[in-house]
C-alpha cells in the first residue's frame, strides 16, 4: 500500500477502507482457528490446519498485491476481476509465451506455499493464542464469540458488496466492481459514472435521431484489427524487411490506398478499440457510445465479429460494442473450444464455419494478435533470429534518444508481423471463397504500437511514444470504385477512421463522432492521446511543423517534439517552447474535458 499511494500517487483515503477489507479474510481466518481450536482431534492436527489456511490467505495476498502493482507499473490502471479470470483460465500457455516452462513455475510455487506452510507451523507451535483463548472459554461463551464474530463477517461483507468504496480508489473495489453503474477502468483510462451519464444521454439522444440512409451502397464491410501493429515495421509501409510479402502482392493487383501517421488515442487495446469503435477520444468514453457496430446494424448490415483474445472478460468490451449478429473471442468461445485465447488459428477456424454469403449487407470484425507480446509464437516458423520475448521487460525508466530498439525483441516483434500478414491472405481467400468480397471495403489497422526498447521502452502500456502510437491503415476496394479520394491530412486520428468507412459505404455517421472522414478536407487542429499517466496533443495548424506536447502526471515534466522534422521524438523542444505556446497547449488540453465535449451542441 505504500506504493500504491506514493509511488502511483492514489489518494491517503484510500488506506483505511482497504486496511478495513482486508481486515475481513483475517476475522474468517480468526474465527476458523477458534473452531479448529475446539474442534480438531489434537493439537498437532489443529497447528497443520491452521498453518495451512493462514500460508493461503497470505498466499493469495501476495499474489493480488503483485498483479496490483504489475498492472500498474504496466498499464497505470488498477487490474480488474475480469482481466485476473480471463489470464488465469490459460495461465499454462501464458508462461510459455513469457518463456517460463509451466512446469518448472508450478513445481517453484509449490515449493514456497509448502515452505509458507512451514513457517506459520513452526509460528504456530511457538505460539498459538487461539488454544489458549480456547481453554479459558466455556463452550457457551466460545459459542456466542463465533457467532458474534461471524455476524460481524456477514455485515462487513454486506456493507462492502453494497457500497463499495471505489470513490476512494481503494484497490479491491476498484478490482472487483467494475461495472458500468458504478464507474470502471479501463487500462487506466477512467470512465466517471456522473459525467458518463451526461454524455451517454447525448448517445441516445444520438441513436433516436439518426436517419439510416436512404439507398445505401450495399458495399460489404471487412474490418481487421490487428493487435499492436506498427506501420513502421511492415514492408508495404517501406520497412526493410519484407514482413508484409502478401500484402504487397494484394496491393500489385489493386488499389491498395495507404494512410500515413495514423495516431492511435492510447497505446492500450481496452482504449484503442473503443476509440476505433465511437470515434471517440478517451476522455470522451461512455458506457452506452453509438459505435460503429450499431450504426452498420441500423442501416440494415449484419454484424459478425470474429476476435482473437478476450473482448468479453477484459474490461467487458463486448458490451460497449452492442449487441451483433455474430459475437466470438478468444476468451471465451475459442478457450472453450480448445485454442489458446490469443491463437489466430482460432479466428481462421471460425470462419471456415460461416456460411456463404447470401447477397446480404454483411460487416466482419477480425481482431488478430499474432503481432501482440502474448500471442502464440512457434520457434520453427521463426524468420528471424535470434528471437526473445520481451513481455518482462516493461519496467524501467524513459531513456529519451540514448536508447535504441532491441534486436532479439525486433526479431521476435517481426516474426509476428510475418505471421499477421499469412492470416490477412488466409482470411481474405476464404472470405473471397464464401462471395463476401465481390462488393467490399477492406480495412486494415491496429489498436495502437509497440515498444521494442526504443527511448528505453518494451511494449505498448507504459509510455505515449510515437512507436505506441503509430498505427497502421489500409483501405482496399473489392468490386467497386471509390466514389471519394481520401484528402491528405497532417497526422489522421483513429478517431477518424469509423467517419472514413461510413463516408467511403455512404452511409451516415453519428452526431455525437468526433472523428472526421479523410474524404474531407476539413480537419481540427488538435488531436488528443493519453495513456500511462501521460496526456498530450498534437498541434496540426501548421501542416509543415506539426507538434507533440505531452506530460507526465507521475514526474509532472514536460515534453514537446516536431514531428514533421523528429518524427522519431530523438529531441525534446520543451525548453525551446514559449511560455505562451505552453499555456495555449495546457489550455487546450483542459477546454477538451469529457463535460466541455458533452456541452457542444
Known amino acids: 500500500m505504500a506504493a500504491y499511494l506514493f509511488a502511483f500517487s492514489f489518494p491517503a483515503h484510500a488506506l483505511p477502507p482497504h486496511l478495513l477489507i482486508v481486515a475481513l479474510p483475517f476475522v474468517a481466518l480468526t474465527i476458523m482457528r477458534l473452531s479448529i481450536s475446539r474442534c480438531a482431534p489434537g493439537r498437532a492436527a489443529g497447528v497443520w490446519i491452521a498453518a495451512t489456511g493462514i500460508a493461503v490467505l497470505l498466499a493469495l495476498l501476495a499474489l493480488y498485491y503483485t498483479l496490483v502493482l504489475g498492472g500498474l507499473r504496466a498499464w497505470g490502471g488498477v487490474i480488474s476481476w475480469n482481466v485476473i479470470v480471463s489470464y488465469a483460465r490459460q495461465a499454462p500457455a501464458y508462461l510459455k509465451t513469457l518463456g517460463m516452462p509451466p512446469f518448472l513455475v508450478m513445481l517453484a510455487a509449490t515449493v514456497l506455499f509448502l515452505g509458507l506452510i512451514a513457517a506459520c507451523r513452526l509460528y504456530l507451535r511457538r505460539f498459538d493464542w487461539t488454544a ?12 456466542i464469540a463465533l457467532s458474534c464474530g461471524c455476524l460481524l463477517l456477514g455485515a462487513w461483507l454486506y456493507m462492502f458488496s453494497s457500497a463499495p468504496p471505489t470513490q476512494s480508489s481503494e484497490p479491491v473495489s476498484l478490482t472487483l466492481f467494475q461495472d458500468p453503474t458504478s464507474g470502471v477502468e479501463l487500462q487506466g483510462h477512467s470512465v466517471d459514472r456522473l459525467t458518463a451519464a451526461t454524455l451517454d444521454r447525448r448517445e441516445d439522444a444520438a441513436r433516436a435521431a439518426y436517419v439510416p440512409a436512404a439507398s445505401p451502397t450495399a458495399i460489404n464491410l471487412v474490418l481487421i484489427v490487428i493487435d499492436a ?3 513502421d515495421h511492415m514492408s ?14 494484394l496491393a500489385q493487383s489493386r488499389d491498395v490506398r495507404k494512410v500515413e501517421f ?12 473503443l476509440s476505433l469503435s465511437s470515434s471517440k477520444f478517451p476522455r470522451q468514453f461512455s458506457f452506452q457510445p453509438f459505435t460503429l457496430q450499431q450504426v452498420m446494424r441500423r442501416n440494415g448490415y449484419r454484424v459478425h465479429m470474429i476476435l482473437s483474445g478476450d473482448h468479453t472478460r477484459f474490461y467487458s468490451l463486448k458490451e460497449f460494442y452492442g449487441p451483433v449478429e455474430t459475437f466470438y473471442d478468444g476468451g471465451t468461445d475459442g478457450s472453450a473450444a480448445g485454442y489458446f485465447m490469443n491463437d489466430d488459428q482460432l479466428v481462421l477456424d471460425r470462419l471456415a464455419a460461416m456460411p456463404q454469403s447470401d447477397g446480404a449487407p454483411t460487416m466482419f470484425q477480425f481482431h488478430l494478435m499474432s503481432t501482440h507480446m502474448l ?18 521487460r516493461f519496467t524501467g525508466p524513459d531513456l529519451g534518444a540514448a536508447a535504441i530498439a532491441d534486436d532479439s525483441a525486433t526479431n521476435y516483434y517481426d516474426n509476428g508481423v510475418l505471421k499477421s500478414d499469412r492470416m490477412i491472405q488466409s482470411m481474405l481467400a476464404q472470405l473471397e471463397s464464401k462471395g463476401y468480397l465481390r462488393k467490399t471495403l477492406v480495412v486494415i489497422t491496429a489498436d495502437h504500437g509497440e515498444g521494442l526498447g526504443e527511448h528505453g521502452k518494451f511494449i505498448h502500456m507504459n509510455s505515449v511514444r510515437e512507436e505506441v502510437l503509430r498505427i497502421p491503415l489500409l483501405l482496399i476496394a473489392y468490386g467497386y470504385d471509390p466514389a471519394l479520394p481520401l484528402q491528405p491530412r497532417a497526422v489522421p486520428s483513429q478517431v477518424d477512421i469509423a467517419p472514413t468507412i461510413l463516408a467511403e459505404l455512404g452511409l451516415p455517421a453519428p452526431s455525437t463522432w468526433v472523428g472526421q472522414a479523410l474524404q474531407r478536407h476539413e480537419a481540427t487542429d488538435f488531436i488528443y492521446f493519453e495513456g500511462a499517466q501521460n496526456f498530450g496533443l498534437i498541434d496540426r495548424r501548421d501542416p509543415a511543423r506539426i507538434m507533440k506536447y505531452w506530460a507526465s502526471a507521475d514526474t509532472g515534466r514536460e515534453h514537446a517534439f516536431d514531428l514533421s522534422a523528429d518524427p522519431h521524438e530523438q529531441r525534446d523542444l520543451r525548453p525551446s517552447v514559449t511560455q505562451g505556446t505552453l499555456l495555449a497547449w495546457r489550455a487546450q488540453i483542459v477546454a477538451g474535458t469529457p463535460l466541455q465535449f458533452a456541452a457542444t451542441p
Request: proline share 8%; aromatic share 6%; charged share 20%.
Open 132 to 143: 489458549i483463548a480456547v481453554r479459558s472459554m466455556s463452550a457457551t461463551t466460545l459459542a
Open 229 to 231: 501493429q506498427r506501420p
Open 375 to 392: 500471442s502464440k509464437h512457434d520457434d520453427d516458423e521463426a524468420t528471424f533470429t535470434p528471437a526473445r520475448s520481451y513481455v518482462k
Open 262 to 273: 495514423v495516431h492511435s488515442s492510447c497505446p492500450d487495446t481496452a482504449c484503442g478499440m
Open 236 to 249: 508495404l509501409y517501406g520497412y526493410p524487411r519484407d514482413t508484409t510479402p502478401n500484402l504487397q502482392r
